[in-house]
């Protein structure tokens, strides 16, 4: 069936430094890989993403890229910021276009 | 342009009460999703309303129910809460299938 892991569940990065967070997904028909960032006591909020005729996509210091093949999708984050401090949610879109989405990463930027 | 709204924000029922939550898309967007959220289950899809229509459909017993009126507003309803049904409901809208999905604040449901 439709399924997206992700990993880690949780992550700690010292400020400046980079953070990686990856997704697999299992139907090799998804074409549509968004991120979000989820912060305490509000919605998820888009942060980037990205179609399947496209390999990277960057925005300032948010970057995602994706591999079709390997059908794994990574977000990456340079230069943290304790604002970065947040969950974050990978997803993806499956034939019927429904989101379904990873079990999120909470992410700590150690200032 | 103004965001997803949800009300209420917070509500506290009773098991065995019914409950109505509502949802307004940001304006020009026809299509409106609702998820469940809770610590244990994580994000999941419960419908999605597209002019009127439900499209989609995920993996909840019909106790779970919604509508979305002429002007792309949504409502859900649960009947006959249960104390599992306590959880963080979402909706999301976008201008169509296919199309980026934006949250609203969410609504917290507390059964007890």
């Known amino acids: 069936g439709e399924n997206v892991e992700q990993h880690p569940s949780t992550l700690s990065v010292q400020e400046g430094d980079s953070a990686v967070i990856k997704c697999t997904y299992s139907?090799?028909?998804?074409?549509?890989f968004p991120w979000y960032k989820q912060e305490l006591g509000k919605g998820p909020q888009l942060i980037i993403d990205i179609r399947s005729n496209v390999g990277e996509k960057k925005d300032q210091r948010i970057a995602v890229t994706l591999n079709k093949t390997a059908k794994h999708f990574s977000l990456h984050i340079t230069e943290t910021q304790p604002e970065d401090s947040a969950v974050y949610f990978c997803a993806a879109t499956f034939g019927n276009e429904k989101l379904t989405f990873g079990t999120g990463t909470r992410l700590t930027i150690i200032p | 342009k103004a965001g997803v709204t949800q009300t209420p924000r917070y509500l506290i029922k009773t098991r065995g009460q019914q409950v109505t939550l509502s949802c307004s898309p940001i304006?020009?967007?026809?299509?409106v999703s609702w998820y469940q959220q809770t610590p244990g289950q994580g994000l999941q899809f419960l419908f999605e309303y597209f002019s009127e229509t439900q499209r989609n459909k995920g993996n909840f017993p019909g106790r779970f129910s919604g509508r979305q009126f002429s002007n792309s507003r949504s409502e859900m309803n649960v009947s006959t809460l249960e104390l599992g049904d306590s959880a963080l409901y979402l909706c999301?809208?976008?201008?169509?299938?296919?199309?980026?999905?934006?949250f609203g604040p969410g609504t917290r449901l507390l059964v007890l």
């Open positions: 139907d090799s028909a998804s074409n549509y």
């Open positions: 999301a809208s976008r201008t169509g299938p296919g199309e980026t999905q934006y």
């Open positions: 304006s020009g967007h026809r299509s």
